[in-house]
Antibody, heavy 119, light 112 residues
Framework: EVQLVESGGGLVQPGGSLRLSCAASGFTFSSYWMHWVRQAPGKGLVWVSRISADGSVTGYADSVKGRFTISRDNARNTVYLQMNSLGAEDTAVYYC????????????WGQGTPVTVSS | DVVMTQSPLSLPVTLGQPASISCRSSQSLVNSGGDTYLSWIHQRPGQSPRRLFYKISYRDSGVPDRFSGSGSGTDFTLKISRVEAEDVGVYYCTQATHWPITFGQGTRLEIK
């Protein structure tokens, strides 16, 4: 069974940092692009970042560029999102999702991990 | 960025009746190779999103055939032939033809 399991969310103060993890199982992780998508409370879906199957290509939404870093460890079947300089606007549930090709994302989603930025 | 505009934003539907959601993009979603990377996502209350269709009309595994996707260029439609209780939730269109990936605002389907 294909599974994506996020972890690492929680409460953090403004200006703080968090690292999210997404553990994959049930498929050949190293063959898939991986994405992070977030959803603020009561709001819609917003794409955050993506990384290619071999990790050589990354991309970010303008709202997180320079503050967030996506990476992956294909030996551990895990993708990460390092989030720095967090602000209230980053409060959201963060979903890990995959795509077999760069332009065919979102065919499987994790359960999400909540991030709350508040003092 | 490509703006995806959905309508309606709220869709009350009687069980067994059809439903239709429109999605319009601010520019054509056809790429230089002739492909259109428009997908539909469904999110039930309290659940994770799930993709229903990719490349306009290619149905994902397990999606009932009462759902259909159609359209071209900048205009796309998701149709449900007969709404069932499990269809409630928010539907999003999303495009991956142009950088960055963008989503519509979502259409909330509820049972009357």
């Amino acid at each position: 069974e294909v599974q994506l399991v996020e972890s690492g969310g929680g409460l953090v103060q403004p200006g703080g940092s968090l690292r999210l993890s997404c553990a994959a199982s049930g498929f050949t992780f190293s063959s898939y692009w991986m994405h992070w998508v977030r959803q603020a409370p009561g709001k819609g879906l917003v794409w955050v970042s993506r990384i290619s199957a071999d990790g050589s290509v990354t991309g970010y939404a303008d709202s997180v560029k320079g503050r967030f870093t996506i990476s992956r460890d294909n030996a551990r079947n895990t993708v990460y999102l390092q989030m720095n300089s967090l602000g209230a606007e980053d409060t959201a549930v963060y979903y890990c999702t995959r795509g077999r090709w760069e332009q065919l994302p979102f065919d499987c989603w994790g359960q999400g991990t909540p991030v709350t930025v508040s003092s | 960025d490509v703006v995806m505009t959905q309508s309606p934003l709220s869709l009350p539907v009687t069980l067994g009746q059809p439903a239709s959601i429109s999605c319009r993009s601010s520019q054509s979603l056809v790429n230089s190779g002739g492909d259109t990377y428009l997908s539909w996502i469904h999110q039930r209350p309290g659940q994770s999103p799930r993709r229903l269709f990719y490349k306009i009309s290619y149905r994902d595994s397990g999606v009932p055939d009462r759902f259909s996707g159609s359209g071209s260029g900048t205009d796309f439609t998701l149709k449900i032939s007969r709404v069932e209780a499990e269809d409630v939730g928010v539907y999003y269109c999303t495009q991956a033809t142009h950088w960055p990936i963008t989503f519509g605002q979502g259409t909330r389907l509820e049972i009357k």
